[in-house]
């Protein structure tokens, strides 16, 4: 079974759409997240989450807003979809938060959802 | 500023050789030090996980963190085709809030 799964893995849409990413663990972490991978492969976080605490990266267009239903699914919704927008988008979890130790064990990711604006 | 310097290659070394592949960093407050492996269209994999400064060892991958130089290498001994992709460094301070800081990948091509 695949611990963190993506869908859909492919998604080509029109400028100004308004799209979602769906993203599931069964790892039982209790932390999830959202990365941007650009066109020079370079990925960065772009949304921390568990069930107390949302960490934004500042960088992060409002037009991009993380829901989650329950502590298994972290969806990455994108409104007004813009060309720039275009990337792999990956989610990936992990047991652990805060400080200490056992804290932030090492993140897994999905396989990337591609996006495409037209 | 969180920034992690990782050379994007490619580096090509033929079948058998041992790889290394190296990070610096300049934020003196990460504590955890990974490096991922991502094959084309693929998600990272997670390859070694360590905490502070020393070496990690397991099985034909060597992972070693010097904190004083803001330094990070992997070794790869024995190296085979089916290793070729990028490897990503990635680090985090002690708190798990702010996500991962990765490098910029390396792309190794080993010859058979």
């Known amino acids: 079974d695949t611990a963190v799964s993506q869908t859909p893995k492919y998604l080509v849409t029109q400028m100004g759409n308004d799209k979602s990413i769906k993203c599931e663990q069964n790892?039982?972490?209790?932390?999830m997240y959202w990365y941007k991978q650009d066109s020079k492969k370079f990925l960065k976080i772009m949304f921390s989450?568990?069930?107390?605490?949302l960490i934004i990266n500042e960088t992060v267009p409002n037009r991009f807003s993380p829901k989650s239903p329950d502590k298994a699914h972290l969806n990455l919704h994108i409104n007004s979809l813009e060309l720039g927008d275009s990337a792999v988008y990956f989610c990936?979890?992990?047991?652990?938060w805060g400080t200490g130790f056992h804290s932030n064990q090492p993140q897994h990711f999905g396989d990337g959802t591609r996006l495409s604006i037209l | 500023q969180k920034e992690v310097e990782q050379d994007p290659g490619p580096l090509s070394v033929p079948e058998g050789a041992i790889v290394s592949l190296n990070c610096t960093y300049s934020?003196?407050?990460?504590?955890?030090f990974m490096w991922y492996r991502q094959y084309s269209r693929k998600g990272p994999e997670l390859l070694m996980y360590?905490?502070?400064?020393g070496n990690k060892e397991d099985g034909r991958f060597t992972a070693q963190v010097d904190k004083s130089s803001k330094y990070i290498s992997l070794f790869i001994r024995d190296s085979q085709p089916s290793d070729s992709a990028t490897y990503l460094c990635?680090?985090?301070?002690?708190?798990?809030?702010?996500?991962?800081?990765f490098g910029k990948g390396t792309h190794l091509i080993i010859q058979p």
């Open positions: 790892l039982g972490h209790d932390t």
């Open positions: 934020n003196s407050a990460f504590q955890y």
């Open positions: 990635a680090m985090v301070e002690g708190g798990g809030a702010d996500g991962l800081t």
């Open positions: 989450y568990n069930n107390k605490e």
């Open positions: 990936a979890s992990s047991q652990g």
């Open positions: 360590t905490y502070s400064s």
